[in-house]
């Protein structure tokens, strides 16, 4: 029984093609019990399919390579559930007749009420008295009322008769007519919904959603399903190979051949490079388009045994694929599998095909006998208009029988002619260079044919990474009536897939998108309406350790710095004890996490990206902008895209490491496994980027950690709100703790615990220089020896060569110098111009000091807000007063700053004439840019000086066309910086694309937002399984 289309067409009286039929007293065969009023001419889905909803985007999937991990997850396809016909051409009065009206039912529908007391010795019965009931009566069959998608141990049986698994009382089972009638109603309108949610997967949501329909332009042509053994892609390929490799499978060819012994084979062919070009330039065209002298050489690959079912063959199981195209599924049946194993050379036996021979093909239109096949199939797809004649009836099941018989010997490649062997190429035959036959047959009915409806099928589901089963599609050849099994075992390949289930099957992330928050937009709007929730009211932060939140009194707190009488959230402080108590909370943890698989830690980091790049982002960017002092443009490609970025390719950069294969045999099996460090991490993060600071706490903990997270006071209402993405996308109790704190308390309890692991820390070089002290101090009393990460600043710079493009030099020196007010860990401090160069340079950097706007965040206008606290304000303005008074610099242009409702500090243009000056050393992290012009004859040992100036090796940029100077640049500066640019300005690194980093004095060098950092955080362990017995300890050298 099948769900009528809704396009089905209306043909009252249409009788069923199954009659009721008695053939003894025990045996009854039943005719559906309704009326039909439809006849459903079109092929229904002839499987119930299942879709498995994936709440990710699907941009980021990709091609798969089978692993180990793979075998634990399966796919399934969810559409709106088969309710059978429809309910509703019962009339319903006649199932409440009016007892004064008797109403004589129709017989079906009489059989429909009647018992079965006569079939209970023949048929399966319930557990309810063993009365049985035609499984069409049963209204939870039909009904999404009752326990249709309860989850079953056994499969459910659709025949005569429903063992049923569940224990269920009568009355769910039989109910009164009204209720059975309500639950068909409602069942119909459920079935109209869209299905949001996976029946038995919770939390697991659709990603898309697509009518389903009948593949009407290809159902006319057979496919199979040809399945290797192996993956017959090459592998470890880079980028370039990969790209080839694709369209070599993709346009692969199998066919029958026999070697010299007699044994037949499968021999597998791929196109040479020159093919591909060639076919990619007619793919799409028509046959009068393309030059059918054109020939296409495929080259041997490998040798493959094989193994062929079909409908006819016993246990064959019907299997289906999707093509995806017009925002519609389409789906098509694979009436052939083909499974193919890798040929073995028996010993004392070499292979005797020569393993570059070629196969040369060409197009060719289809023939009377090709085309009349392919209409006949095509008449099971075509809606019937009307009966048609007896002579077309007959013809078409001529054609049909035709071309079954065909395709049963087309498929069976036992029954193939021989293909010609080593020893029996003909007199025409073309040899390669290096002295390998090439096949050619001799007439053109003979040629091998690319059939014109050889088509890629999921190619555009390739590229938007829809889901669907894996299987290789494979076309089988048409005849060719002059040779009737000309191509008997040649397939055309098309492109495979794998379930999109699991992240282990990734492809490289995309970076989040910047949103240009241009005036009207909805971003803009949304966010407006973000801030006014933030502002509304003062936010609370608790801390959060395990599953209980903690006030402390709420006695810290965290102000606007651009209004500094304006509190915008009430912080607990954690004590000495609750940092304790986070450490045993977290340790109690700690085996349970560490042991979840990776690739289920991975998808909680790939939620919380999606919940920020949706649901949070605009708290996120209010977050950072009010508390941060960020504006609009700063706030987005911090708190959202650099966030978001941190937890996708530091999810994908961790599932690569575990497809890293090390060298086996098959006596020893050899594995290197990812564990979390043996204790807990402390994560001590900064004020100046909300994306630093989750990546922190986050990196650690996607590799097995567990993690005591102290925000900056600063940045905490930001952090907050990243932590609690964190949980709502199923961060388990305790695996991240959230602490904020004093900095003195939370180190004087962390740093000497015996179960510290790491340490993580971004802030000023005193500080780390401290934890690196106390950590050494006390290194006999730990588990291990402690990680530590730290970036702790820099002193970058800008060197512009007289080469330079001056308005590029000139923009990018006034972003990397002013934004966020200088306090980016990588903001430029430093220029060295050419004296030809100074007068125009200065004069527009003045201009351009002078147009900035510094204001509040939220008028978007604003270029420069406050910088983020007293303190800060104090230090730098220490600077500039000191540059008042130094006879080596003079301020060209501001020196201006002002507390009375924000910390304001006006960019700030400095020239200097000692290059030993300590504002040339220090970091002052503000708007403060000094300057120092060099003779154009001295560009190099100027250059040559940057090197060892300060401590600090963190970021640098060289401006320059001249390409001689830029080698010798990137050479004389490359241990001057850990993040080095040519002509673009020393800030702004992007994850996956500019890992992050300094050395000296700048940190540790551990490149955040590389796929190198998440090693930081691992402990290794290498696993050797010897699989043979050892019986012998003695070696042979002793005789």
């Avoid at 990546?695 to 650690?700: G, K, L, Q, R, W």
């Avoid at 200088?822 to 125009?840: I, T, V």
Wanted: hydrophobic fraction near 35%; include cysteine.
């Amino acid at each position: 029984m099948s769900a009528v289309n809704k396009n089905n067409l209306h043909q009252p009286g249409t009788s069923s093609s199954r009659s009721v039929n008695s053939t003894s007293r025990n045996e009854v065969r039943y005719d559906i019990p309704f009326q039909p009023m439809y006849s459903n001419t079109l092929p229904d889905v002839p499987f119930e399919a299942k879709f498995l909803p994936h709440p990710f985007p699907a941009d980021r999937h990709v091609k798969y390579e089978t692993t180990m991990m793979e075998r634990a997850y399966t796919g399934e396809l969810v559409t709106e559930d088969d309710v059978g016909i429809f309910i509703d051409l019962v009339l319903i009065d006649k199932y409440e007749p009016n007892p004064n009206e008797p109403v004589e039912l129709h017989p079906t529908d009489e059989l429909l009420c009647s018992d079965e007391d006569a079939l209970s010795s023949t048929m399966k019965k319930s557990r309810h008295g063993g009365k049985a009931v035609p499984w069409m009566r049963r209204t939870e069959y039909i009904s999404t009322d009752y326990s249709r998608f309860g989850v079953q141990t056994e499969r459910q049986e659709t025949k005569l008769g429903y063992h049923i698994q569940k224990v269920l009382k009568e009355a769910s089972l039989y109910r009164d007519r009204e209720s059975q009638l309500t639950a068909i109603n409602k069942t119909f309108e459920d079935a109209k919904k869209p299905v949001r949610e996976h029946f038995s997967k919770r939390g697991v949501y659709a990603m898309e959603e697509l009518p389903l329909f009948p593949d009407f332009d290809a159902w006319k042509y057979p496919f199979a399903q040809v399945i290797f053994d192996v993956d017959p892609a090459p592998r470890d390929k880079t980028s370039l190979e990969e790209t080839l490799a694709a369209d070599q499978i993709c346009r692969a060819m199998i066919r029958g051949m026999m070697d010299e012994k007699g044994e037949q084979f499968v021999a597998y062919f791929v196109p040479t490079l020159e093919t591909i070009r060639k076919l990619k330039s007619v793919e799409g065209k028509d046959i009068s388009e393309i030059d059918l002298s054109t020939t296409f050489d495929f080259k041997l690959l490998r040798e493959y045994n094989w193994s062929v079912k079909n409908k006819a063959s016993v246990g064959y199981e019907e299997n289906h694929f999707f093509s995806f195209r017009d925002g519609r599924a389409y789906y098509n049946e694979l009436e052939t599998r083909v499974r193919l194993n890798r040929r073995r050379v028996k010993d004392g036996h070499v292979h005797s095909a020569v393993p570059n021979s070629r196969l040369i093909v060409r197009y060719r239109d289809l023939n009377d006998q090709e085309l009349a096949a392919l209409s006949a199939r095509s008449m099971v797809v075509n809606p019937l208009e009307e009966e048609d004649d007896d002579e077309d009836e007959a013809e078409a099941e001529k054609h049909a029988d035709d071309t079954a018989a065909e395709k049963k010997l087309d498929t069976d490649p036992s029954k193939l002619p021989p293909a010609k062997d080593n020893n029996q190429w003909s007199d025409n035959e073309v040899k390669s260079e290096e002295g390998s036959p090439v096949v050619e047959e001799e007439t053109e009915e003979e040629i091998e044919s690319l059939l014109l409806f050889f088509k890629l099928y999921f190619k555009e589901a390739l590229k938007t990474g829809k889901s669907c089963s894996l299987f290789y599609l494979v076309m089988t050849p048409m005849f060719n009536p002059m040779k009737k099994l000309i191509s008997g075992s040649r397939f055309a390949l098309g492109t495979f897939f794998r379930t999109l289930t699991s992240a282990e099957f990734l492809k490289t992330p995309q970076n989040e998108p910047v949103l240009s928050y241009a005036p009207g937009s909805d971003e803009r709007i949304q966010l407006d309406q973000a801030i006014a929730r933030l502002t509304k009211q003062v936010n609370n932060i608790h801390a959060v350790i395990g599953n209980e939140m903690f006030d402390c009194g709420f006695t810290g707190e965290q102000r606007m710095p651009f209004d500094h009488k304006t509190m915008l959230a009430r912080v607990a402080v954690c004590d000495k004890n609750l940092i304790r108590k986070a450490i045993d909370v977290a340790l109690d943890s700690r085996l349970a996490w560490e042991r979840m698989p990776l690739e289920k830690r991975a998808e909680i980091f790939f939620k919380a990206a999606d919940l920020a790049s949706t649901k949070y982002r605009m708290d996120l960017n209010a977050a950072t902008m009010l508390g941060q002092g960020k504006t609009v443009v700063q706030a987005e490609i911090d708190a959202a895209c650099e966030l978001i970025d941190f937890w996708r390719f530091n999810a994908y950069y961790a599932l690569q490491l575990e497809k890293v294969r090390l060298i086996s045999s098959k006596d020893i099996q050899n594995e290197l496994l990812l564990r979390g460090l043996q204790g807990f991490v402390a994560a001590i993060s900064p004020f100046n980027f909300t994306a630093i600071g989750s990546n922190m706490s986050s990196c650690p903990a996607l590799m097995g950690n567990v993690v005591l997270w102290k925000p900056a006071r600063t940045a905490v209402l930001s952090n907050y709100i990243s932590f609690k993405i964190l949980r709502e996308a199923g961060l388990p109790d305790g695996v991240i703790n959230f602490i904020p704190s004093k900095s003195e308390t939370f180190g004087e309890v962390v740093l000497p615990s015996k179960h510290l692991a790491g340490v993580g820390f971004v802030g000023s070089l005193p500080v780390f220089q401290h934890i690196w002290k106390v950590v050494g101090n006390n290194v006999e009393n730990y588990y291990n020896f402690p990680r530590l990460s730290g970036e702790c600043g820099g002193k970058n710079f800008h060197f512009i060569h007289p080469s330079a493009d001056f308005k590029t030099a000139v923009a990018c020196t006034a972003r990397a110098a002013f934004e966020y007010q200088g306090q980016k860990c990588s903001a430029c401090s430093r220029l060295y111009l050419p004296q030809s160069m100074w007068p125009e340079f200065k004069d527009a950097l003045i201009e351009i000091c002078k147009e900035i706007k510094i204001g509040d965040p939220r008028d978007y206008s604003v270029f420069m807000s406050a910088v983020i606290d007293r303190p800060a304000f104090e230090n730098i303005c220490s600077y500039i007063e000191h540059a008042k008074s130094s006879p080596s610099l003079k301020i060209l242009y501001g020196g201006d700053y002002d507390d009375e409702k924000g910390y304001f500090i006006h960019p700030t243009l400095l020239l200097c004439s000692d290059p030993n000056d300590r504002i040339m050393k220090e970091e002052i992290f503000g708007p403060v840019l000094t300057v120092i012009t060099y003779p154009d004859p001295h560009c190099n040992e100027v250059l040559a000086s940057i090197k060892d100036s300060t401590e600090y090796a963190l970021t640098g940029a060289i401006f320059a066309q001249d390409m001689n100077f830029v080698k010798q640049a990137r050479m004389d500066l490359r241990e001057a910086c850990g993040n080095f640019y040519v002509n673009d300005k020393c800030t702004g690194a992007v994850v996956g694309q500019q890992p992050f980093g300094g050395s000296r004095k700048s940190g540790t060098n551990d490149k955040a937002g590389g796929p190198y950092y998440v090693l930081k955080w691992v402990s290794h362990l290498a696993v050797k399984s010897t699989l043979t017995p050892i019986h012998e300890w003695k070696y042979p050298s002793m005789g």
